[in-house]
Nanobody, 128 residues
Framework: QVQLVESGGGLVQAGGSLRLACAAS????????MGWFRQAPGKEREFVAG????????YYADSVKGRFTISRDNAKSTVYLQMNSLKPEDTAAYYC?????????????????????WGQGTQVTVSS
């Protein structure tokens, strides 16, 4: 069983930064790719960023590329999402998820059905 707990969300002005963290329990963290997704009210949950189990490979949605950075610390069983230059359209609940694979092609990271555990989410609100 894996539990994922997100933290770090909050209210920030446009142009500001936030760092999300996702702490994982269970023994499979270091062998699993991880992803961040987000869901705005009335919209589908969408892929934001993914990272392979080793941390060598990272992937981003076009909408956040160059502004967000995903990273992980396998010793702490934690994955991070550094969000800079935030925009009002980044407002959403952010979820971390554990992938069913350790590494894969870029297209796999964006598919929700490739993830077998999800956190409860943390709210990010960006004011204009």
């Amino acid at each position: 069983q894996v539990q994922l707990v997100e933290s770090g969300g909050g209210l920030v002005q446009a142009g500001g930064s936030l760092r999300l963290a996702c702490a994982a329990s269970g023994r499979t963290f270091s062998s699993s790719a991880m992803g961040w997704f987000r869901q705005a009210p009335g919209k589908e949950r969408e892929f934001v960023a993914g990272i392979s189990a080793s941390g060598v490979s990272t992937y981003y949605a076009d909408s956040v590329k160059g502004r967000f950075t995903i990273s992980r610390d396998n010793a702490k069983s934690t994955v991070y999402l550094q969000m800079n230059s935030l925009k009002p359209e980044d407002t959403a609940a952010y979820y971390c998820a554990k992938a069913s694979f350790s590494a894969a092609g870029s297209s796999s990271y964006g598919k929700r059905n490739e993830y077998d555990y999800w956190g409860q989410g943390t709210q990010v609100t960006v004011s204009s």
